[in-house]
């Protein structure tokens, strides 16, 4: 039996949310005690924690542990070579939601029982390594802190974004409906809860902040197909959510997909922190073959992504040619309008890319351990950057689409603008209301009827 005491030293009670153990064995090379063929080894573990030196030991978990060893001998298998090692692929061992104990005692046993050959063929094991990997203290005190900041100021914008459309007197419309609900997406991955964890052992912190990040995805990709469909000038169905169904339809199933595969492994943790998915043939072909998918689709995405924004581009290119009729304030006043939202799109297409980016390498860094060969990592300042980037884009859009209830007077209305009196100006260019057409749209209407 081997048994091993794992303290807590990371922040003196701050919890660090999530935690893996990986373990590397050692084994030592025998004529008569090869590794046989497909040999898997069965450890009986138990994990157990408490939180001062001469406090009892909790149980948090016992369960019969089968891992497949996936080992190789450089060497010939002659008996001069008897002795040295093996290179054996490390293996998945625990993965728990939440570290919130100081102490944690694990004990591991390798039962042998040859009639039902279990541990039988496995080599002689002369050691067993444990490798952890955690969320450290430093990044836990900024990931807090930045969360702490960012909520507020994404709900205050949010709540202020809200009030300037309901003083709108039409009903909003789909592009601002669709800021709205992304507003409320950011603003919930953003709600520090990892707080509560401080004095709670919430084991299913990793699962809920999957969830989040997961609903926050499909509200972000949906969001930009919308977007781009909704500044299509020559597109006839404007406003209504049903006429994307075939963009956002695939978006939902794939995001049910993520959820049901994270539901098979990390839902199972939470009674069972020794199961992965990755320990079994079939278990690792899947979850190779979700990575790969998902990456393709996400790319593919991407690039239908770029042919929207090159579509809306063309198109407003093509209404620019009205431009140089109008006078010299109201032609200024367009072209301001016009960069601006040129200058957002490219934003849009690099938030795109970036986030796309972002997934694929983290799901490749989150199997590295699991499944070995490319090496990537994915650095705290990476990870902060892109969680930064989004809520300033979300509040940029926010900020940008929120209806300007400034007035140009009876006086401005008859000169160079030639805008009805009472217009509101506004960046969304989406429909015809109550209130008179937005800019943009109005200028490409005016040119489609000419």
Known sequence: MAGAIIENMS??????????????????????????????????????????????????????????????????????YEGRYYECDVLPFMEIGSVAHKYYLLNI???????????????????????????????????????TFLTPSIFIIMVWYWRRITMMSRPPVLLEKVIFALGI????????????????????????????????????????????????MDQHERNHIAGYWKQVGPIAVGSFCLFIFDMCERGVQLTNPFYSI???????????????????????????????VFQVFRNISGKQSSLPAMSKVRRLHYEGLIFRFKFLMLITLACAAM??????????????????????????????GIYGMWNLYVFALMFLYAPSHKNYGEDQSNGDLGVHS????QLTTTITHVDGPTEIYKLTRKEAQE
Not at 37 to 53: F, I, K, T
Not at 120 to 145: M, R, S
Not at 286 to 294: H, K, S
């Open 109 to 147: 046993r390798l039962p042998v029982n040859e009639k039902k050959k279990i541990n039988v063929g496995i080599g002689e094991i002369k050691d067993i390594q444990l490798v952890g990997i955690h969320q450290n203290g430093g990044f836990t005190k900024v990931w807090f802190a930045m969360k």
């Open 11 to 80: 922040t003196k009670k701050l919890c660090i949310v999530g935690g893996i153990l990986l373990v590397f064995q050692i084994i030592a090379f025998l004529v008569g005690g090869l590794i046989g063929e497909n040999a898997e080894v069965s450890m009986d573990v138990s994990l157990a924690y408490r939180d001062d030196v001469f406090a009892e030991w909790t149980e948090m978990a016992h369960e019969r542990v089968p891992r497949k060893l996936k080992c190789t001998f450089t060497s010939p298998k002659t008996p001069e």
């Open 278 to 308: 990755w320990t079994t043939d079939v278990g690792t072909e899947l979850a190779m073959a979700f990575i790969i998918v998902a990456g393709i689709c996400l790319c593919l995405y991407f690039l239908f992504l770029c042919f929207m």
């Open 185 to 232: 997406s950011m603003t919930f991955i953003n709600i520090p809860v990892e707080w509560f964890s401080i004095g709670f052992d919430w084991t299913w912190m990793l699962l809920f902040g999957d969830i989040r990040q997961g609903i926050f995805y499909a509200m972000l990709l949906s969001f930009w197909i919308i977007f781009c469909g909704e500044h299509m």
């Open 355 to 384: 986030t796309v980016i972002f997934f694929i390498v983290s799901q490749v860094t989150e199997g590295h351990w699991k499944w070995g060969g490319v090496t990537v990592q994915v650095n705290s300042a990476f990870f902060t």
């Open 422 to 425: 009472g217009e509101e100006l």
